[in-house]
């Protein structure tokens, strides 16, 4: 993946497992939250979103859940499978301002 | 797919030099994001264009240059280019460049500068 730089924090996770990806955000006035994947060679591809009126949101197979209080965001992969291995990062926005901003990435492999 | 194309894949050129990429939206899509990623920088926000007009700016050097035309396809310009231009570049899309709206992205442009 390109974004591979030395402080990039790693996760490996055995195939069939559940993964976990945290993210912390920076921003108490940021309302809105993305998780994005970005295979090898690829662009980030959005995986599931979720605004701050909301502690959970389900998607297929993900999960992202937010605390508010703690300005922490996590991403759970059930049943991680091998095309789950990717650089996961989050991103947050607010209303008045136009731009996400993206966290550096957790690269997660899973182990077959 | 994310219905987002950039062109070209890969470019590479030399320093002093001068490339446009190109991107096209979404269909739908209004508005245009182009960010560069290096391998110690992550994701940067450059520009935001929404249906024509510049809505937002990041970290864009003087040197780099976009705009966004009336068939919401848009160029990022650099000129005058230097080694630490190589990076990838991405375009992304959105219905309105609202900030609670997601991105969808392209598979970028890798840039190289020799």
């Known amino acids: 993946g390109e974004n591979v730089g030395l402080h990039l924090p790693t996760l490996s996770v055995q195939e069939g497992d559940n993964s976990i990806i945290n993210c912390a955000y920076s921003n108490s006035a940021s309302d809105y939250f993305i998780w994005y994947k970005q295979e090898s060679g690829k662009g980030p591809q959005f995986i599931i979103d979720i605004r701050s009126n909301m502690d959970k949101r389900q998607g297929q197979r993900v999960t992202v859940l937010l605390n508010k209080t703690v300005k922490h965001l996590s991403l759970q992969i059930a049943a991680t499978q091998p095309g789950d291995s990717a650089v996961y990062f989050c991103a947050e926005g607010f209303f008045g301002n136009e731009k996400l901003t993206f966290g550096t990435g957790t690269r997660l492999t899973i182990i077959p | 797919d994310s219905g987002v194309t950039q062109t070209p894949k890969h470019l590479i050129t030399a320093t002093g030099q001068r490339v446009t990429l190109r991107c096209s939206p979404r269909?739908?899509?209004?508005?245009v994001y182009w960010y560069q990623q290096s391998l110690d920088q992550g994701l940067q926000f450059l520009i935001q264009?929404?249906?024509?007009?510049?809505?937002a700016k990041g970290n864009i050097l003087e040197r780099f240059s976009a705009q966004q035309f009336p068939d919401l396809h848009s160029e990022l310009n650099l000129s005058s280019l230097e080694l630490g231009d190589s990076a990838l570049y991405f375009c992304?899309?959105?219905?309105?460049?609202?900030?609670?709206?997601?991105?969808?992205f392209g598979d970028g442009t890798r840039l190289s500068i020799l």
């Open positions: 992304a899309s959105s219905v309105t460049g609202a900030s609670n709206q997601p991105q969808h």
């Open positions: 264009y929404y249906n024509g007009e510049e809505r």
């Open positions: 269909s739908g899509d209004l508005s």
